[in-house]
């Protein structure tokens, strides 16, 4: 039996005064979603039906449904029930298809109006909805989302912990695999679909393996980029994957950066750049160069290519050290770096030919 029919012959066969039935039903059925509205508040309730505060329409659907029913007076409600029973977490969608499973097409309503109507019933006790990073949603946020995690507070918190130490990872490697950071006792299920739900990530699968970024958050690859198109309106996404590949390789980290070709696809897919079959341009603000950039930008625009001999001589002309020159000009993402016929290292600007 479809639940808001289960729902409507039930309040049909147990309220009085008759008078007040249809009034009744209405409240009862708009609050649990089954007339369109998702998600409705006692307070937006009140105001749809003009029959005053929240605390009115608390007690209409208590005189009228809850003090009357229980899960077991309504079976395709308790079935719902039964099937939310069986897991602690859930994925929002993975849930629904469960109960369509079980009922079919009859929930005549939103699941989370379901489970706030269970709930009210004394069933799925704790059970609340959770976004990407595990943090509670307000009842318009969940609404909103196209997905989110339905499980407890306590197990919500193991999550939190996990999913914050992630969320750092990729902004020291640029983009980081799933599998660097161990997620037990989460589910890696559901650790992979975190991720893949943010909406600020950008993930790549290959195969069984999977690669993801924070778009949002301070990432070596963005700040390099907020450098280059300082100096630059356009580069080669090849010579600046590389670049940027170059860069990454010489910070200290226990775990492996990504390859430059993977780095390339982040570029050309990325939210931050366009692309126009191998030229890249950069959507976000330019960044400012340090001095020792500014030198080697400077001297690379007047000479297009060189050896490292005079450019690391304009350099120490200009004051600055040894290791610091080694570090600029070999791992900048400013700088394209390749080798002549006699295997001898050549510098350009990565958005300079050459």
Request: charged content about 25%; some cysteine; overall charge neutral.
């Amino acid at each position: 039996m479809p639940i808001k029919t289960e729902i409507v012959d039930f309040l049909d066969k147990n309220l009085s005064p008759k008078s007040m039935v249809e009034r009744n039903i209405d409240v009862v059925l708009y609050h649990y979603g089954f007339t369109g509205e998702v998600a409705p508040t006692l307070e937006t309730t009140a105001q749809h039906f003009g029959i005053g505060t929240r605390e009115r329409v608390r007690q209409i659907l208590k005189q009228s449904l809850l003090s009357k029913a229980n899960l077991d007076l309504l079976p395709t409600l308790n079935a719902c029930n039964k099937v939310i029973g069986r897991k602690s977490l859930w994925l929002y969608s993975e849930l629904k298809e469960a109960i369509k499973a079980e009922i079919g097409d009859a929930f005549g309503t939103s699941l989370q109006d379901l489970i706030y109507l269970i709930q009210d019933l004394g069933g799925a006790k704790g059970l609340t909805f959770f976004g990407c990073k595990f943090i509670e949603l307000t009842r318009p946020a969940v609404s909103r989302s196209d997905e989110c995690f339905i499980t407890s507070k306590a197990e919500a918190k193991v999550y939190q912990k996990i999913m914050r130490s992630t969320r750092t990872l990729p902004g020291v490697l640029g983009i980081a695999a799933v599998g660097f950071i161990d997620p037990a006792p989460l589910l890696m299920e559901y650790y992979r679909k975190a991720i893949e739900i943010d909406p600020t990530s950008w993930v790549y699968h290959d195969g069984d393996k999977m690669f993801f970024m924070y778009e949002e958050r301070d990432n070596f690859l963005i700040n390099s980029a907020e450098k280059v198109f300082a100096v630059h309106r356009e580069v080669d996404v090849k010579r600046l994957a590389k670049a940027m590949h170059n860069g990454l390789t010489r910070r200290g980290t226990k775990y492996a950066f990504p390859a430059v070709d993977l780095v390339e696809r982040y570029l050309r897919e990325s939210r931050h750049f366009d692309i126009d079959g191998d030229t890249i341009r950069f959507k976000g603000e330019q960044g400012g160069l340090t001095d020792i950039e500014f030198d080697t930008v400077d001297f690379l625009k007047q000479v297009i290519t060189t050896s490292f001999r005079p450019l690391r001589d304009f350099l120490l002309s200009k004051g600055h050290t040894k290791m610091n020159i080694y570090i600029a000009t070999n791992y900048s993402p400013l700088v394209h770096v390749t080798r002549n016929e006699k295997d001898e290292k050549q510098y350009a600007l990565v958005g300079e030919p050459g």
